[in-house]
């Protein structure tokens, strides 16, 4: 256990004007916990955390209830749980990720002219970590950092479709879903035929689907699990993405980023479905590229 002291509640510098007491007490607890005091004796550590009990056990409820710590399995004491262990990862994750990306992105934007983007997964919207745009008159707006709805925007429709549709269920389960055109699903079964369109496809496509006059297509970033942990999509006015030989010049690049992105993130290709799947590679290509030019 560390011998760490930590200054009373009351300690203040000019310069922590700014700090939030409530969170620092928390985070003082967190670090303490990862040191080794498991919070055995409750008088000890609220005295070495210079706070009182009553607060040392609504933090310990409230940390708890947010999955950062859990109660030992001797049942004595605590430990860090997986809430923040998970966030903890995902931190990693995120940076290796986004470097692993950015050269690909910035590739695929120079080589089709068009804007290219990474998002991820976060409840129910997506959020994008990556934004590259070509030396081109049109270049998407959208920053890093912005927020969609997943269900709307094909980043996050890529990704959905393919998880277990069990789990989308569950993640959907008393959602409102907002329509942003006419084209958006907002019913569980509207959601479930255009997952299963994308999927098969193996690329979500939008054509003003999410903003009229702007097109775009998305496709799959998968880990070693064969898990997808993110999606990359490539946007720009409808006239770029007009004929079907751009469609599928167009679908084959962003096919080919995906694939670079999994595979340095340890993808070994498509895992088999439990029912077996009978179709190579060659024809899942060409089943996206007729969905592109359809």
Same mark, same amino acid.
């Given at each position: 256990?560390?011998?760490?002291?930590?200054?009373?509640?009351?300690?203040?510098?000019?310069?922590?004007?700014?700090?939030?007491?409530?969170?620092?007490?928390?985070?003082?607890?967190?670090?303490?916990?990862?040191?080794?005091?498991?919070?055995?004796?409750?008088?000890?550590?609220?005295?070495?955390?210079?706070?009182?009990?009553?607060?040392?056990?609504?933090?310990?409820?409230?940390?708890?209830?947010?999955?950062?710590?859990?109660?030992?399995?001797?049942?004595?004491?605590?430990?860090?749980?997986?809430?923040?262990?998970?966030?903890?990862?995902?931190?990693?994750?995120?940076?290796?990720?986004?470097?692993?990306?950015?050269?690909?992105?910035?590739?695929?934007?120079?080589?089709?002219?068009?804007?290219?983007?990474?998002?991820?997964?976060?409840?129910?919207?997506?959020?994008?970590?990556?934004?590259?745009?070509?030396?081109?008159?049109?270049?998407? @707006?959208?920053?890093?950092?912005?927020?969609?709805?997943?269900?709307?925007?094909?980043? /996050?429709?890529?990704?959905?479709?393919?998880?277990?549709?069990?789990?989308?269920?569950?993640?959907?389960?008393?959602?409102?879903?907002?329509?942003?055109?006419?084209?958006?699903?907002?019913?569980?079964?509207?959601?479930?035929?255009?997952? @299963?369109?994308?999927?098969?496809?193996?690329?979500?496509?939008?054509?003003?689907?999410?903003?009229?006059?702007?097109?775009?297509?998305?496709? &799959?970033?998968?880990? &070693?699990?064969?898990?997808?942990?993110?999606?990359?999509?490539?946007? /720009?006015?409808?006239?770029?993405?007009?004929?079907?030989?751009?469609?599928?010049?167009?679908?084959?690049?962003?096919?080919?980023?995906?694939?670079?992105?999994?595979?340095?993130?340890?993808?070994?290709?498509?895992?088999?479905? &439990?029912?077996?799947?009978?179709?190579?590679?060659?024809?899942?290509?060409?089943?996206?590229?007729?969905?592109?030019?359809?």
């Amino acid at each position: 256990m560390s011998d760490r002291r930590y200054p009373d509640d009351s300690d203040e510098r000019d310069d922590d004007l700014y700090i939030s007491p409530p969170v620092q007490r928390a985070a003082r607890l967190l670090r303490h916990i990862a040191e080794g005091d498991h919070v055995t004796n409750m008088s000890r550590t609220a005295r070495e955390l210079g706070i009182n009990r009553t607060t040392l056990l609504r933090l310990l409820h409230t940390l708890e209830a947010e999955r950062f710590i859990e109660p030992r399995p001797e049942g004595q004491g605590w430990r860090i749980g997986i809430g923040l262990i998970g966030l903890t990862a995902q931190a990693f994750f995120s940076e290796d990720l986004v470097q692993t990306s950015v050269p690909v992105l910035t590739r695929l934007a120079e080589n089709l002219s068009l804007s290219a983007h990474l998002g991820v997964l976060d409840g129910l919207e997506i959020v994008y970590l990556v934004r590259r745009v070509p030396n081109h008159t049109f270049a998407s @707006n959208i920053r890093i950092g912005s927020r969609l709805p997943a269900h709307a925007a094909n980043m /996050g429709r890529i990704i959905l479709a393919h998880l277990p549709p069990e789990r989308v269920d569950r993640m959907y389960a008393g959602a409102e879903l907002k329509a942003v055109t006419p084209h958006t699903a907002v019913t569980p079964a509207q959601l479930h035929a255009q997952f @299963n369109a994308d999927r098969t496809a193996g690329l979500a496509w939008s054509n003003g689907n999410y903003e009229a006059g702007i097109s775009s297509v998305a496709a &799959a970033i998968f880990d &070693a699990t064969d898990t997808p942990i993110a999606a990359l999509n490539v946007s /720009g006015q409808a006239a770029d993405f007009a004929g079907a030989a751009r469609r599928s010049q167009i679908a084959t690049h962003v096919q080919a980023a995906a694939a670079e992105i999994s595979h340095r993130l340890g993808w070994l290709g498509p895992a088999r479905s &439990a029912s077996g799947s009978n179709q190579s590679s060659g024809e899942l290509k060409r089943n996206a590229t007729s969905r592109a030019i359809g």
